[in-house]
């Protein structure tokens, strides 16, 4: 026993005391909210040094069709960055936007939300609401749904799941995250004045294209934002109301066509006859080259014999139809020109020369 009293206390003086040269911080206080966001002053917060040592960039690409889009807004969001003191550039040749640090921009972390708004314009989103991350209440996040699904048209299904019929799905989301999402490609892109919010839409939209349907989240999310308005209840555990979709893999019945059975047969089955072996039934394997050569000749000439008395009673049949009848017009066409006198008409020539001393007009033998 005291063997082991004594292992224990070894054990204990052995073990480091990492705290041992730590001393209280500042922000070590109750009082203090770690979470809340201060805005920067220009008058009462000031860089060391007054400027920024280093110039900061960032670029990024935009796809072709947003070329014309881009065009008309670039100068609201030249605007709203030359108010921030933040340069930025268009380049149409490359498709690429630019944004970079002067030396009159004071606030240090203003260079990274002007690189998510380029981002976020990239993507489809409208300038007047992308306008809104250069706020600091307003955060963002683009997800890459691309790699998730290999099957393109499984992608394809699970996307327009997680917009819905109309996008109302979407619609939904949106109300109960409180964010506002836009599905743009291969990415969704989404913005929220809450990273809390902004930590649901994400799983959502992983867990949708991982085949979990939006709608389970919807409803849980939904059973949260009514707990949470509860005094009693919004500090206790949520487990017990929150409901539990269980995974089930329902297997579908295959259906398979039944097959006759087979008459079993001890003895294997017969062989298949080789080439030769037929030559050698019909006679043709003793029979010389040219023999084999007229013989296939009169085979052919046989055929093409049979074929052509085939056509010819297709066509003598054909030549046996009964004619179609005729219409009245065309026995009406027929009857005047069997009652022409030609005799008759000739003598009308004869005289119409006669009468206007060998000249004759079109008009004479239309009256005659």
């Known amino acids: 026993m005291a063997s082991n009293e004594d292992q224990t206390t070894e054990s204990k003086s052995q073990q480091k005391n990492h705290k041992k040269y730590r001393r209280d911080k500042p922000w070590d206080n109750e009082n203090i909210d770690h979470w809340k966001i201060d805005h920067w002053n220009d008058k009462e917060d000031k860089l060391p040094g007054g400027r920024l040592l280093e110039e900061s960039s960032f670029a990024t690409l935009f796809p072709k069709y947003r070329e014309n889009y881009l065009r008309q807004v670039w100068p609201v969001i030249t605007k709203a960055l030359d108010s921030l003191k933040i340069a930025c550039e268009l380049d149409l040749v490359e498709g690429s936007m630019t944004v970079r640090t002067t030396s009159a921009t004071t606030d240090p972390f203003i260079i990274l939300k002007a690189r998510d708004l380029l981002k976020l314009i990239a993507r489809s989103i409208p300038v007047v609401q992308a306008l809104k991350i250069l706020k600091d209440e307003w955060v963002c996040d ?3 749904i691309g ?5 393109k048209e499984r992608f394809v299904k699970r996307r327009q799941r997680l917009l819905g019929q109309e996008g109302s799905t979407l619609k939904a989301l949106e109300l109960v995250t409180g964010c ?17 919010g902004l930590k649901q839409a994400r799983q959502v939209v992983v867990d949708c294209m991982n085949n979990i349907h939006p709608i389970y989240h919807i409803k849980r999310l939904m059973i949260m934002k009514e707990l949470a308005k ?6 206790e555990d949520w487990e017990r109301f929150l409901p ?3 995974k089930k893999n329902v297997q579908r019945k295959k259906v398979s066509k039944k097959k006759e059975p087979k008459v079993y ?3 294997p089955p017969a062989q298949t006859p080789r080439k030769v072996d037929l030559q050698l039934d019909t006679g043709e394997y003793f029979a010389s080259e040219e023999q084999r050569k007229t013989q296939k000749l009169m085979v052919r000439k046989e055929a093409a ?3 052509s008395l085939e056509k010819r009673k297709i066509r003598e049949t054909e ?7 005729k219409t009245k017009k065309a026995k009406a066409e027929k009857s005047t020109t069997d009652n022409v006198d030609v005799g008759r008409l000739q003598e009308n020539i004869k005289k119409r020369k006669s009468d206007t001393g060998g000249k004759s007009s079109m008009s004479d033998f239309v009256q005659g």
């Open 244 to 246: 539990k979709f269980a």
């Open 265 to 267: 047969t001890p003895f």
């Open 305 to 307: 014999k049979q074929k």
């Open 319 to 325: 030549d046996e139809k009964v004619p179609a009848k």
């Open 180 to 196: 506002f999402i836009l599905v743009q490609g291969n990415t969704v892109s989404i913005m929220s004045e809450s990273h809390k």
């Open 230 to 235: 509860d005094e009693k209840l919004k500090d």
């Open 142 to 144: 683009i997800v890459k």
């Open 147 to 151: 790699g998730i699904v290999r099957n």
